[in-house]
């Protein structure tokens, strides 16, 4: 059980094109879902935290206007990279929160190459 | 002082060894400590989750937390070469609207055949 997909599991693009990733809870419900990112041997940095169906709430120095996050139903959260640039490369990770539980399950991760 | 303290290694043990992973952490209001695995290039996995002070135990893991020290650790039994991965610890003070995870830097281990 605490299954979370994401989707797609890397991808590359051009600079200045917008990448959508997608992450799913499988077999649960998650009020919360997080989005962090993480640069080689480096431990995650949270972005965002988003809660189904209200606005995300980012962490300092994170651009809401170029991570947009959707969170619109209980198993699936959105992060888009708008007019990705190359220092936006890295491995974007998920994670959800089940109903009433103080731990987070995380995602296979995405790796982002902008070229 | 960072909220929490890992040593980042890297660690490497024979197989078989018992590996000792450990946090420290300074703020007094975590509850819920859990350890993490992390493949290269893989989201982490949740391996052992506990919820105030003592011990548990999951097949060849045993993760300990003593509150009144603030330090928390994670044993592995019978080591493996499966096991050779980066450990996370992370910890959260719980309760609604405080979901957020703190982490620690990860500990790198390499387990030699």
């Known amino acids: 059980g605490a299954v979370v997909s994401q989707h797609p599991s890397w991808v590359i693009c051009k600079s200045g094109t917008s990448v959508k990733i997608e992450c799913r809870s499988l077999?649960?419900?998650?009020?919360?879902m997080f989005w962090y990112r993480q640069f080689p041997k480096q431990s995650l940095m949270l972005m965002a935290t988003s809660n189904e169906g209200s606005k995300a709430t980012y962490e300092q120095g994170v651009e809401k206007d170029k991570f947009l996050i959707n969170h619109a139903s209980l198993t699936l959260s959105t992060l888009t990279v708008t007019s990705a640039h190359p220092e936006d490369s890295s491995f974007y990770i998920c994670?959800?929160?089940?109903?009433?539980?103080?731990?987070?399950?995380f995602g296979p991760g995405t790796r982002l190459t902008v070229l | 002082q960072k909220e929490v303290e890992q040593d980042p290694g890297p660690l490497s043990v024979p197989e078989g060894a018992i590996v000792s992973l450990n946090c420290t952490y300074s703020?007094?209001?975590?509850?819920?400590f859990m350890w993490y695995r992390q493949y290269s290039r893989k989201g982490p996995e949740l391996l052992m989750y506990?919820?105030?002070?003592g011990n548990k135990e999951d097949g060849r893991f045993t993760a300990q937390v003593d509150k009144s020290s603030k330090y928390i650790s994670l044993f592995i039994r019978d080591s493996q070469p499966s096991d050779s991965a980066t450990y996370l610890c992370a910890m959260t003070a719980g309760g609604a609207g405080s979901y957020q995870l703190t982490f620690g830097k990860g500990t790198k281990l390499s387990v030699i055949p």
């Open positions: 506990t919820y105030s002070s």
């Open positions: 703020n007094s209001a975590f509850q819920y």
């Open positions: 077999d649960f419900q998650a009020t919360t």
């Open positions: 994670s959800a929160s089940p109903l009433r539980r103080d731990t987070q399950y």
